[in-house]
């Protein structure tokens, strides 16, 4: 965990193929999703790693994981090419405290799936239409700075029903132009960590450019951000917390 006094260390992992692969993604997002991701997050104050699939160890080997206080990640068409093992060490790090925000298609990804327990499957629909994502908890930290409503022209849409557990705190809810709803800000607590998933960043529009968009992943890194106890004792605990007088049974 970093200390209060220094700015929180955060890894913006994205699987990065749609825009290597395609002309026309890249055209929206021609330095990379992650890069356009992380750009306002380092505005923000905050310290920002980039990572992508096709590194090493998908870029979060060695102390990096380790060195994050919230991960986040965009992931779509490959998920299956993420190593199981970095999953897991993922999964071990929110369990341990870091925090995670899992983006749009990452509803999918081994990390996500693993700390939900669900099937984590949706509606979809690639239409282009408009999308309303309206605060549902105006008093939580997430919302901080926000208009009660972020409209978005061009989307891909996500329907319920999303397989995914009751959210801790659902903060924000879509509605699609074409009359599906979805829960699309969600909270969760995964043993000392958080996570925020939020849905939308579907590659061929340049939604994370929007500045309310931006605010929000801000907020959220700022709420997932490491807090509360650093080491919890679990185990075996042979000397009790209070003198006990030997029970002979
Ligand atoms: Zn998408």
């Given at each position: ?11 913006v992992w ?15 997002y ?33 102390d ?19 190593s ?12 341990a405290g ?24 949706l ?6 239409e ?12 997430i ?12 989307e ?25 709803i979805?829960?699309?800000?969600c909270c ?7 996570i ?25 890194v ?16 042979p000397?009790?917390?209070e ?7």
């Open positions: 965990m970093s200390n209060s006094n220094s700015p929180l260390r955060v890894t994205n699987e990065y193929r749609h825009e290597q692969e395609s002309e026309r993604i890249r055209a929206v021609p330095h990379g999703i992650h890069n356009s991701i992380a750009a306002p997050l380092r505005t923000a104050g905050f310290e920002v790693r980039t990572a992508t699939l096709d590194e090493p160890d998908h870029g979060l080997g060695g990096v994981l380790a060195n994050t206080d919230v991960l986040v990640w965009w992931g779509h068409k490959v998920h299956e090419l993420v199981d093992a970095i999953a897991e060490q993922v999964v071990q790090r929110v369990w870091m925090g995670l925000i899992v983006l749009h298609s990452g509803h999918f990804s081994k990390p996500f799936k693993r700390l939900m327990g669900t099937g984590c499957d509606k979809w629909r690639e239409a282009g408009r999308e309303r994502i309206w605060i549902v908890e105006p008093g939580h930290p919302a901080q700075g926000l208009p009660e409503q972020i409209v978005l022209e061009h891909e849409m996500y329907g319920e029903h999303f397989d995914i557990p009751a959210p801790d705190e659902l903060v924000m809810v879509s509605w699609f132009q074409g009359g599906e979805f829960r699309s800000g969760y607590h995964r043993g000392q960590g958080k925020f998933y939020f849905r939308p960043g579907h590659e061929s529009f340049p939604t994370y450019e929007h500045p309310h968009v931006q605010q929000v992943i801000a907020n959220a700022r709420w997932a951000a490491p807090s509360g106890l650093e080491n919890v004792v679990r185990g075996h605990i000397v009790a917390a003198e006990l007088e030997v029970y002979e049974s």
